[in-house]
């Protein structure tokens, strides 16, 4: 990959950048890890290293990463912000509103934009002072009007951040505003009251993780689908998720929600349906379907489930309400070898002729 880019695009010698989402964020680490400092900046988004536990001291490329404010990597993306500064690496974190997913497209210019700094500061690009001045004024601007909406926090860091952005290429007033709302009491304690939040929304994901894991072949039978959604409080965490009067609350309740969310539909059904055991993975799924309700992927994976352990009324239900949900891809449903047990029905051949397929 790296030789065909550069065979087939005019890339400045000295500031190739790589980025990517999830996986792809992860692998873009590697690659500038390998690359032994050809490569000069990562944008990650929704994901940080590989291991992020053993980030190199001398990783050689700098790190701009962005995730979600309710993606179930957050806590990922805060700790990697942290450890990078231990290591005094260059790097700045900027959260959005949003899950798992790509950044919005003010994210990501201001991203390319910090990356285009940094390249100034190590040489990589000729100083300009007129682009330095117009990139302190925006985020000197951004900052203010999180200030004034009574973002506190949130103004804080994007000071520090054009502060640390800054340092060494022209004076700024970005520190000095850091520190002042830094000095604030109420920023204190609000920064103290979501340090706590934080620890009991990280031990409750982690305890509800083992209550799923529960579904994993081990002696233990596995719990019923009412008791486990009781366990894992599912209402109390889609409604909380959308009501919670406080908004760094409601971005918990999300986070949770988007944890189990990832944990019910993907990772464990995963592990079970490659060990054969679809009755597990159903139950899991159902899960996923609780939490979601709407989502009509989330109950076609839990028919094709159902269908594969034998349950062909459950599965026909379920392959019902995924269609009057938005399911539409006929083509798919008529080849797909997890639902073989329903294609001969009318219940299946009445399903395809809805969504404009013929039987098979």
């Known amino acids: 990959m790296w030789e065909d880019t550069h065979q087939r695009l005019p890339l400045a010698p000295g500031r190739a950048l790589a980025a990517g989402f999830s996986g792809g964020a992860r692998l873009s680490t590697v690659l500038g890890t390998a690359a032994g400092g050809q490569l000069f900046g990562v944008f990650a988004a929704g994901a940080g290293f590989s291991s992020p536990e053993a980030i190199p001291k001398d990783t050689p490329f700098v790190v701009f990463a962005t995730a979600g404010r309710h993606d179930f990597n957050y806590y990922e993306l805060r700790g990697l912000d942290q450890r990078l500064g231990a290591l005094a690496l260059p790097h700045a974190v900027e959260f959005f509103d949003g899950g798992h997913a790509w950044p919005p497209a003010d994210v990501i210019d201001r991203g390319l934009d910090w990356l285009e700094l940094q390249a100034m500061r190590r040489g990589r690009r000729a100083r300009d002072e007129a682009w330095l001045a117009a990139w302190e004024g925006a985020a000197l601007a951004r900052a203010a009007d999180l200030e004034a909406r009574g973002l506190l926090l949130e103004a804080g860091e994007a000071y520090r951040q054009a502060a640390a952005a800054l340092e060494g290429l022209r004076e700024s007033p970005a520190g000095t505003h850091a520190a002042r709302l830094e000095a604030r009491a109420d920023v204190r304690r609000e920064r103290e009251r979501r340090a706590d939040l934080d620890r009991r929304e990280e031990a409750w994901i982690a305890a509800r993780y083992r209550m799923l894991e529960r579904l994993l072949p081990g002696g233990e039978p596995a719990p019923l689908l009412?008791?486990?959604?009781?366990?894992?409080?599912?209402?109390?965490?889609?409604?909380e998720s959308r009501s919670a009067a406080d908004a760094y609350e409601r971005d918990a309740w999300r986070r949770r929600l988007e944890s189990l969310r990832v944990q019910a539909r993907f990772y464990i059904p995963q592990r079970l349906l490659a060990q054969g055991e679809f009755a597990r993975a159903a139950v899991s799924l159902g899960v996923a379907v609780a939490l979601e309700p709407e989502s009509a992927p989330a109950r076609y994976d839990l028919a094709c489930a159902l269908a594969r352990g034998?349950?062909?009324?459950?599965?026909?239900?379920?392959?019902?309400?995924?269609?009057?949900?938005?399911?539409?891809?006929?083509?798919?449903m008529a080849a797909d070898?997890?639902?073989?047990?329903l294609r001969e029905t009318p219940e299946f051949q009445a399903l395809l002729r809805r969504l404009g397929a013929p039987a098979p």
């Open 310 to 332: 034998g349950r062909r009324k459950d599965a026909l239900a379920e392959l019902q309400r995924a269609v009057e949900s938005g399911f539409t891809d006929a083509t798919h």
């Open 337 to 341: 070898e997890d639902l073989k047990a």
């Open 226 to 239: 009412a008791e486990l959604l009781r366990e894992l409080e599912v209402d109390r965490v889609r409604r």
